[in-house]
């Protein structure tokens, strides 16, 4: 098999994550994380490329959205884009960063409230019910 440098598949990803995006089978798709602000801003101008082509818009993430959806390494100080057509999604986005941070702040980040953000979150990335149980039973890396 060929081997893909990372960024040719970065770039491919995004590609995919942009029609999906674009095609209404996903609210918003995450790029991959990058390690610094400057590898993630690398891709900007084929990220622009392929907005346009799809008619999809990107939002530059520097402190994601982190939850017992996924693995806390996979994100924690990492730097992606979110893709999106509606607006509405990005804000509701936005907004469960903003509803974590409330949490966090009234001391009420756990139990039902810190599982259900993380559902949300799951079904703003389109994944299914059971997609969504299957990756917080999985997740044993939690922040």
């Known amino acids: 098999m060929k081997e893909i440098d990372s960024y040719s ?10 029609e999906m995006t674009a095609a209404g089978v996903k609210k918003i798709a995450l790029s ?10 690398s891709f ?3 990220f622009d490329r392929l907005c ?9 993430e520097d402190q994601p ?4 959806l996924f693995p806390v390494s996979m994100n924690k100080g990492k730097y992606n884009v979110i893709f999106y057509v509606e607006e509405k ?8 960063k903003m509803d974590k941070r409330v949490l966090l702040a009234n001391g ?3 139990g039902e409230d810190r599982t259900n953000l993380a559902r ?7 994944y299914s019910d059971e997609g969504i149980e299957r990756l917080l039973k999985k997740n044993s890396e939690k922040e």
Do not use: I, M
């Open 32 to 41: 991959h994380p990058c390690s610094s602000k400057e590898e993630r801003d």
């Open 44 to 46: 900007l101008a084929d």
């Open 52 to 60: 346009e082509k799809y008619g999809v818009k990107y939002y530059k």
């Open 65 to 68: 959205l982190l939850t017992d």
């Open 108 to 110: 009420n980040y756990s």
């Open 9 to 18: 598949y970065h770039l491919g990803a995004a590609d995919c994550f942009c």
């Open 89 to 96: 999604y990005l804000r509701q986005y936005l907004r469960l």
């Open 120 to 126: 949300a979150y799951g079904r703003l990335l389109s």
